[in-house]
């Protein structure tokens, strides 16, 4: 399966334990494609999506259009998880550049990557 980094893509996540999120939803993929078309890697890495407003960098908004969301909608960041590609349900289109950059802002404030030695 080759999934670009921002495509959108509809995934059973359950089951689930406590705050993660759950159900089927539609998920941003932010693993590297080659990874993710690599069939000696079975999992790749999302990024749950709510329809429920966020606040700050780790709940950048997405709009609907092109992407497959229908709806203003929120990533989820802290809900950054990895899933075996047989949970993907459907694919869909990509978010915007713009989109993906808030994404990518938010992982790394989320993982500490952006913090300088």
Same mark, same amino acid.
């Given at each position: 399966m080759r999934l670009d980094r921002g495509t959108v893509v509809l995934v059973e *996540? =359950? +089951?689930t334990v406590g705050h993660e999120q759950r159900g089927?939803? &539609?998920?941003?993929a932010v693993?590297? +494609?080659a990874v993710n078309a690599d069939q000696r890697f079975p999992l790749i890495a999302v990024v749950p999506v709510t329809g429920t407003p966020g606040e700050g960098? *780790?709940? +950048?908004?997405?709009? &609907?259009? /092109?992407?497959g969301l229908t709806k203003k909608s929120y990533a989820l960041i =802290? /809900? *950054?998880r990895s899933i075996d590609?047989? @949970?993907?349900? @459907?694919?869909?289109?990509?978010v915007t550049s713009d989109e993906l950059v808030a994404i990518d802002q938010g992982l790394e404030l989320f993982l500490g990557l952006a913090?300088? *030695?």
């Open positions: *996540l =359950d +089951p089927v939803r &539609p998920c941003v693993s590297d +494609p960098a *780790l709940y +950048p908004a997405l709009s &609907p259009g /092109n992407s =802290d /809900n *950054l590609k047989r @949970r993907v349900r @459907r694919v869909f289109d990509s913090v300088e *030695l």
